[in-house]
């Protein structure tokens, strides 16, 4: 009986143990958790040094031993490789040997005294493949890692075989946030970001609020670096959109308050060998919240063997339900 006691308390005093952990930093506890996860799913994590800096990045390989497609995928700003957690595993699964870094200055990443601008961070990629003897690629980017993405098509175009922009930064448009959007310093302003990023935000815990943006000022000089510096105009892709020859998909939530999906059907008229795929119902974080049907209209883009002809569908970005595609009409 006495066992039976001690092993019930010490089973208390755990419990109380793990409760206590997840007050005081439940965003440890859920990357502890996302590890697990992508562990099980066979990702795994690794550092190359590239050009002098050391990178973390996230891999992924098709079962079976096949060697796979080069599939590289780009986080957006503030962000790194774990975003793409909903969508690495089923990618691996169609066949791709996925590769996800942590953007210089991101993550688990160095982080030089530099400002991590566009420019430097396109050649972080760039020296990337180059570590990992990555000859050429299919190359995905999110948001500034859609920004990114391109620059490496535009610059070393013999890198990128297909392009797949989602949500993507990299144009001029009308800006509706202030600058400090994503650097917010109280729940009110952590609010507004996730207003901003996602058409039905979830409510946070008080705890798991001052955790977040315990989390995003400790990354706020490198995110407000980038912001700047992608704000100064000097780096933008208006007019050159129509250099890109390699065939490319862009994804974009119709519900995005952040870059309007206006921006998205601009660099479509651009690229000139491009497929735009609206997501119903979805924002800024589409690629998180509606992995689904990205991820399908991804490996079908990416593994056809005639490249998509140029023009339009809609995808259904509801998870519970199966991607709708809608025939594809002549390109505006």
């Not at 099980?40 to 040094?49: E, F, M, S, W």
């Not at 862009?250 to 651009?270: F, K, S, V, Y």
């Not at 399908?296 to 595609?325: H, V």
Request: a negative charge; one cysteine or more; hydrophobic letters at 45%.
């Amino acid at each position: 009986m006495k066992i039976v006691i001690r092993l019930a308390w010490l089973l208390f005093l755990v419990l109380c143990l793990i409760a206590g952990v997840f007050y005081f930093d439940p965003l440890w506890v859920n990357d502890q958790l996302t590890a697990f996860h992508l562990w099980r799913q066979g990702v795994h994590g690794g550092y190359v040094t590239a050009d002098g800096h050391r990178l973390h990045y996230l891999e992924a390989q098709p079962p079976g031993g096949s060697p796979g497609i080069p599939l590289v995928l780009i986080h957006g700003l503030g962000d790194r490789a774990e975003s793409w957690s909903p969508q690495i595993h089923a990618l691996a699964v169609a066949g791709f040997h996925v590769y996800a870094p942590d953007l210089l200055g991101y993550g688990r990443s160095d982080r030089p005294d530099i400002t991590c601008s566009i420019p430097v961070e396109t050649a972080a990629v760039t020296a990337f493949l180059q570590a990992l003897n990555i000859g050429h690629a299919d190359v995905a980017g999110w948001s500034m890692g859609g920004w990114i993405a391109t620059e490496v098509a535009l610059e070393h175009p013999e890198l990128v075989d297909r392009l797949v922009l989602e949500d993507s930064a990299g144009i001029r448009f009308q800006a509706t946030f202030a600058r400090n959007l994503f650097t917010p310093t109280d729940e009110a302003g952590l609010h507004r970001l996730m207003a901003m990023l996602s058409p039905h935000p979830r409510a946070m815990p008080p705890f798991v609020a001052r955790a977040a943006l315990r989390q995003l000022q400790r990354n706020a000089r490198v995110t407000q670096g980038s912001m700047d510096s992608m704000e100064s105009g000097a780096d933008l892709l208006d007019n050159r959109l129509g250099a890109i020859q390699q065939p490319t998909l862009i994804l974009w939530g119709d519900q995005d308050q952040l870059i309007p999906i206006a921006t998205g059907l601009e660099m479509h008229r651009e690229i000139p060998n491009s497929v735009f795929a609206t997501v119903t119902g979805c924002g800024h974080l589409a690629p998180s919240e509606c992995a689904r049907p990205i991820v399908n209209a991804t490996i079908e883009f990416l593994k056809a063997t005639q490249p998509m002809p140029r023009g339009e569908i809609t995808l259904s970005g509801y998870p519970s339900s199966p991607p709708r595609q809608i025939p594809r009409t002549t390109a505006r």
